[in-house]
């Protein structure tokens, strides 16, 4: 079985600019969450979705939006880049909202 | 909020020797589980082990085992007979079940190394 996958791998993007980045979870599993990782510390809950509903935010400004697909695949979208959102960003799945989640090799974003 | 805490930003063990990793962590749920999560420097982060709040049982997974202490909202990783593979920064993390946002709470990490 394919695990969480996440594309693109790796971006480089100028300040001021708009990002998508991709995620589809593991096959049968409904919840998926997106963090922020910057280089040196833990991880950084952005947003959970779970049946393509939005089920909580985080401590992230209104540039970071995201949303669910009827397949279970998610977006998450950062607009007007900020050299402060470089970071690494993972995806996790989960087969229920509360059960442990399962994450993607992530998207390292670089913005210059 | 829920906060963790992982006092050592860096540990070293033998090959074939025991580590372990402390982790404390306040919350106000009665409702949560526990995980270890390792992130290799292939940066994908693998789920180690997982305790549910409510079993008094400390959980096992092969080489790897916890020290739960729920009054004291302790949780430690025990790693015996590390392998070289076992290098990895370490995460502890709370998830909460009982609210309508279930979301991990990471701590700082802990970045083993394992000697040969």
């Known amino acids: 079985d394919a695990g969480v996958t996440q594309s693109p791998t790796h971006l480089i993007k100028t300040r001021g600019q708009h990002v998508t980045l991709r995620c589809s979870p593991i096959s049968g599993h409904k919840s998926v969450s997106w963090y922020q990782q910057v280089l040196g510390q833990g991880p950084q809950f952005i947003f959970q979705y779970y049946e393509k509903e939005e089920r909580g935010r985080g401590n992230f400004p209104d540039r970071f939006s995201a949303r669910q697909f009827p397949n279970y695949s998610s977006e998450l979208n950062v607009n007007a880049l900020l050299l402060g959102d470089s970071a690494l960003y993972l995806c996790?799945?989960?087969?229920?909202?509360?059960?442990?989640?399962?994450f993607g090799q992530g998207t390292r974003l670089t913005v210059v | 909020a829920q906060t963790v805490t992982q006092s050592q930003p860096e540990m070293s063990v033998q090959e074939a020797e025991t580590v372990t990793l402390s982790c404390t962590y306040d919350?106000?749920?009665?409702?949560?589980?526990l995980f270890w999560y390792k992130q290799p420097p292939s940066r994908q982060m693998i789920l180690v082990i997982r305790q549910e709040a409510y079993k008094q049982q400390n959980a096992t997974e092969n080489r790897f085992s916890v020290n739960f202490q729920k009054a004291a909202k302790s949780f430690s990783l025990k790693i015996s007979d590390s392998q070289l593979g076992d290098a990895a920064m370490y995460f502890c993390?709370?998830?909460?079940?009982?609210?309508?946002?279930?979301?991990?709470?990471f701590g700082t990490g802990t970045l083993l190394a394992v000697q040969p």
């Open positions: 993390a709370p998830l909460n079940y009982g609210g309508a946002t279930n979301k991990l709470i």
């Open positions: 996790a799945s989960s087969p229920d909202r509360a059960t442990e989640a399962f």
């Open positions: 919350t106000s749920e009665s409702d949560y589980y």
